[in-house]
């Protein structure tokens, strides 16, 4: 999607500065528009071999609004592929939540339903 948008930038026949300009602030409204479940569900999908089965719930904290879980569904065989070897693959998906959470002003756990 971005190379999309560059490819448009460019076609416009805009300066380069404006164009990166143009391209800083299209990836900010990208990121804006983009709601933390749907990113999760999105890097899951892309990652198991069962996509159908993929499901998040999303639980607020009922004493701390800021407090974010999401339970993870995922058929039996992909939850090895999501959690990877030491738990390196979960470690790296909370990582970028954590990210788009910190923009949000929230805190975020993530967890894998048996």
Sequence with gaps: MIQ???????????????????LTLLKQLISL??????LLEMILKDIVNHPEDIK???????TDP????YLIYAHDEDKG?????GGRIISAIRD??????VRE???VRLEIVD
């Design 4 to 22: 999309q948008l560059h490819q448009l930038a460019s076609q416009t026949g805009l300066h380069q500065k404006k164009q990166r300009e143009s």
């Design 105 to 107: 002003n929230k805190k």
């Design 81 to 85: 592929l999501i959690i990877g070897k």
């Design 96 to 101: 970028v939540l954590s990210i788009k959470a």
């Design 33 to 38: 528009l983009i709601i933390m479940q749907d």
């Design 56 to 62: 998040t719930e999303e639980q607020v904290d009922s």
């Design 66 to 69: 800021t407090f974010v879980k």
